[in-house]
C-alpha cells in the first residue's frame, strides 16, 4: 500500500520536474494509439458525411457501412490513408498535450480555476489544427469512394498541384471553429468528471477512460454541424467521392448553405451516430494511454 501511494504521490508532483518531455512523450503515443485503433470508424463516419455521395457508398448506418465497403472494397479499404495521420498525430498530440498542461499549470489561480483550462485548450487546439489540417485534407480524400489517388505521396502532390498549397488550409478556419470549442468543452468535462470521481487526482486507469468517452462523446455532439462543414469542405472537387460540382466551396458561409440548400437541418446531423461513436472510446483512450505515459515516465524517473 505504501508503495502505491510513493506512485501517486510521483504522478501527481510530475508535472514540476519534468512536464515538457514527459507530455510530449505521452501526447505522442496517446495520438498515435487513438487514431490507428478508431481509424476505421473515423473512415465511416466520412464517408456518412458526404452531401451527395455515389450510388455505392449510400449507406443505411455504420453496421451497413462497415458490410458494404468489406463487400464491395475488402476489409483493408477501411484503413487507407492511415500512414498520413500516424505521421502527423504524433507531433501534433506531441504539441497539444504539453502546452496545454504547461499553461493550465502556469496560469492557474484560485480566483478563476477554470480559466486556465480554458485559455490553455484553446492555444493548444490553435497549434494542434495548425498540423492536423494538411493531414485532414490528405486523409479525407484517401477515405472517400472511388478516390482517384495512388497513395498519400501521390495525393499531397496532386492537391499542391491543381489546387494550390492553400487547399491544405481551406477549412482551416472550420476546423478552429469547431476544435476550439470541441476541445474546451471535452477539457472543461474531464476535468469536472475526474473533480467528481477522482478528487485526489491518483493514477486510476478507470476514471481517466470513463472521463474521457464523456468528454469525447458530449463534445462531439456538440460540434458535429462544424465537422459536416468541415468534410464538405476537404473532400470537394476530384477525387471526392461525391457528385463532381463546377466550383469550389470556400469558407464556413458557403459550406453551411450548401448543406442547408441541400438537406435543410438535417444535413448537419449527418455522421453524427458514428463521431460520437468514433469519439468516445478514441478520447477514453487518449486520456488512459496519455495518463498511463504520464505515470508510468515519472516512476522511471524517480528510479533513476
Known amino acids: 500500500m505504501a508503495h502505491v501511494e ?90 497539444y498535450f504539453s502546452v496545454y498542461e504547461h499553461l ?10 477554470g480559466a486556465s483550462v480554458l485559455f ?18 490528405i486523409k479525407q480524400r484517401m477515405q472517400v469512394y472511388s478516390s482517384p489517388y495512388t497513395g498519400v505521396c501521390n495525393c499531397a502532390a496532386a492537391v499542391l498541384r491543381i489546387e494550390g498549397f492553400r487547399a491544405f488550409y481551406r477549412s ?38 470513463t472521463s474521457g468517452a464523456m468528454a469525447g462523446g458530449t463534445a462531439a455532439l456538440i460540434t458535429n454541424p462544424l465537422d459536416v462543414m468541415k468534410t464538405l469542405l476537404n473532400t470537394q472537387g476530384t477525387g471526392s467521392g461525391e457528385v463532381a460540382s463546377r466550383s469550389f466551396i470556400v469558407g464556413m458561409g458557403a459550406a453551411a448553405r450548401t448543406i442547408w440548400r441541400q438537406h435543410g ?10 463521431r460520437v461513436i468514433y469519439q468516445m472510446p478514441s478520447t477514453g483512450l487518449t486520456w488512459s494511454v496519455y495518463e498511463f505515459f504520464k505515470w508510468y515516465l515519472g516512476l522511471t524517473k524517480s528510479h533513476s
Open 6 to 95: 510513493d506512485c501517486d504521490d510521483i504522478y501527481e508532483s510530475l508535472p514540476d520536474w519534468a512536464p515538457t518531455q514527459t507530455h510530449m512523450a505521452a501526447g505522442c503515443v496517446a495520438g498515435i494509439t487513438e487514431h490507428c485503433v478508431m481509424y476505421p470508424f473515423d473512415l465511416v463516419k466520412t464517408r456518412m458525411q458526404c452531401l451527395r455521395p455515389c450510388v455505392n457508398a449510400q449507406y443505411l448506418g455504420i453496421v451497413d457501412a462497415f458490410r458494404k465497403i468489406s463487400v464491395r472494397e475488402g476489409p483493408l479499404r477501411t484503413l487507407r490513408g492511415i500512414n498520413v495521420v500516424v505521421t502527423g498525430a504524433g507531433p501534433a498530440h506531441a504539441m
Open 172 to 209: 482551416y478556419t472550420t476546423q478552429l471553429t469547431m476544435n476550439i470549442p470541441f476541445q474546451v468543452s471535452h477539457f472543461c468535462v474531464y476535468e469536472y468528471s475526474q473533480n467528481i470521481s477522482n478528487p485526489e487526482r491518483l493514477y486510476n486507469p478507470l476514471t481517466h477512460l
Open 104 to 113: 493550465k499549470s502556469t496560469l492557474k489561480t484560485p480566483l478563476y480555476p
Open 265 to 274: 437541418h438535417r444535413g448537419f446531423l449527418r455522421g453524427v451516430k458514428a
Open 120 to 137: 490553455a485548450g484553446t492555444v493548444a487546439t490553435l497549434l494542434h489544427d495548425a498540423i492536423m489540417s494538411p493531414v485532414d485534407v
